[in-house]
């Protein structure tokens, strides 16, 4: 028999069966449920999938009737994968309201689209663009095989109508939507599809329907990458111990492609390898997502200058994809190439001098025989809200950088609030000043209190100065 939470606001008038659980990372015993979906909604007889959620249950007795539904990133992140973190982020929100964690269709233990993990290769081949292609393939075919191995319909819109369908399982009226990067996408899908639903949203570092990614990212890669320089430059510190940065950097891109032996990353293992282009830049980006990570770039690149790229490879393998950060890499497509491809008549985008159509490319190569579901008109206008809004970008952000939430929350009108952290970068929810700032915006009484939530920290918040290596007095600098 199933168990629903006794005393809880989301047991009055439910049908959801929840059963008690536990959760690897989180402390108490959460409750855990499963609602059968059809894989084509226009096909209420055809094949089904299951929808995993769990509910972590507010600790107070006296429990407010609208939980918190938090929408994973990606896309292709598991959301019940993230929870024992978000958990311990929003602890002051999971005191009244139950946080809930719904593994997306194509996530998780959703009908998941998972690509095996590449663990065989010698370095060299795991960064071989054809020998990727390849096994890109082959995981296509072993998808395609699976019961619910139609890829066309895992877009935003229906994984949107699965989260409601588990929104009305749990007998909730409302709910209040977080989500962070591609988590801001699906909240702005839900709040279009079911605007009557939604209390509160905080959207976090937002990628708008109509983003186009990867090609969008590559003039804010830039951005972010020319913002470093110019700060190294203006930083005495940083000018003294790296003096040639961005002569170093053009210069790392000029001999490319070079032939080199590196330690691997994870094993030790000297290699022979020929470092590109794209896994320079690659190597780049990731560490502009954050702050603290890109303070460690210009000595990545001095000494990438000096023909050592250990460093550089190094920082490339510290936002890696495993564990809980590991992307369902057959849903992230599904998504990106039904969603994000150019649409005909849509004005070329800007792109970044250095980063150029590198990851565009790949994409386009990989969309070009990856099954697309159909995506709605609608789904690509963002409309009004009647719900109060809090929409967060950092200013140091690679890739939904302000000038996306800026344009969002206007279309989403006067009940929407655009918040810039400055020296932030993507994702600023984790940052001690905003946490409070949600918990506050969520929690107020009523609108106008939430719209007039204090946000003056953001931006007290300083840039990491640049990283320098502790060395013996008598060798100077690096």
Avoid at 152 to 166: C, E, H, P, S
Wanted: hydrophobic residues 40%; proline residues 9%; aromatic residues 6%.
């Amino acid at each position: 028999m199933g168990l629903s939470l006794p005393g809880s606001a989301l047991a009055q008038g439910a049908s959801a069966e929840l059963k008690p659980c536990r959760v690897p990372g989180i402390k108490t015993e959460v409750q855990c449920g499963v609602l059968q979906r059809a894989l084509d909604p226009a096909q209420p007889s055809s094949v089904k999938i299951d929808i995993h959620y769990v509910v972590v249950p507010a600790l107070a007795r006296r429990k407010l009737p609208d939980p918190v539904f938090v929408l994973a990133g990606g896309p292709g992140q598991s959301a019940i994968s993230v929870a024992p973190m978000v958990v311990q982020q929003m602890s002051r929100l999971g005191n009244r309201r139950d946080l809930v964690f719904v593994d997306q269709r194509g996530t998780g233990k959703s009908a998941p689209l998972m690509c095996a993990e590449d663990r065989t290769g010698s370095l060299a081949q795991q960064i071989d663009p054809q020998r990727r292609d390849a096994l890109l393939r082959q995981c296509l075919a072993e998808l395609q095989k699976l019961p619910y191995g139609d890829l066309r319909f895992f877009t935003t819109t229906l994984a949107m109508q699965d989260i409601d369908a588990v929104r009305q399982a749990l007998g909730v009226a409302q709910v209040n939507l977080v989500g962070a990067s591609y988590g801001t996408r699906a909240a702005l899908e839900y709040m279009r599809q079911f605007p009557q639903a939604v209390r509160r949203s905080v959207i976090d570092g937002v990628a708008p329907p109509d983003m186009v990614l990867p090609t969008s990212a590559s003039a804010d890669n830039q951005a972010v990458l020319e913002a470093l320089l110019a700060a190294c430059e203006r930083d005495s510190t940083c000018q003294r111990s790296y003096p040639n940065l961005r002569a170093d950097w053009a210069t790392v891109l000029r001999r490319l492609p070079q032939d080199t032996v590196v330690p691997h990353p994870l094993t030790g293992e000297p290699q022979s390898v020929r470092i590109t282009r794209e896994v320079v830049l690659g190597a780049v980006r990731g560490p502009l997502y954050s702050p603290s990570m890109a303070a460690a770039l210009p000595y990545a690149v001095q000494q990438a200058e000096r023909g050592r790229f250990e460093a550089l490879l190094g920082l490339s393998t510290m936002l890696g994809g495993r564990g809980p950060n590991r992307l369902a890499e057959g849903m992230h497509l599904s998504v990106v190439c039904a969603e994000d491809q150019p649409r005909p008549g849509a004005p070329p985008l800007a792109l970044g001098a250095d980063f150029g159509q590198t990851f565009a490319d790949l994409y386009q190569q990989a969309c070009a025989y990856w099954p697309r579901g159909e995506v709605p008109p609608a789904f690509y206008i963002v409309p009004s809200s009647k719900a109060p809004v809090l929409v967060l970008s950092g200013g140091l952000d690679p890739v939904t950088p302000p000038r996306h939430g800026a344009r969002v929350a206007q279309a989403l009108g006067a009940k929407a609030r655009h918040v810039v952290v400055p020296n932030a970068g993507h994702g600023v929810m984790n940052l001690a000043c905003m946490r409070d700032a949600l918990f506050r915006f969520v929690d107020a009484p009523d609108d106008a209190a939430a719209s007039a939530v204090d946000v003056s920290c953001a931006s007290n918040i300083p840039r990491p100065s640049a990283f320098l290596p502790v060395r013996p007095a008598s060798q100077g600098t690096p």
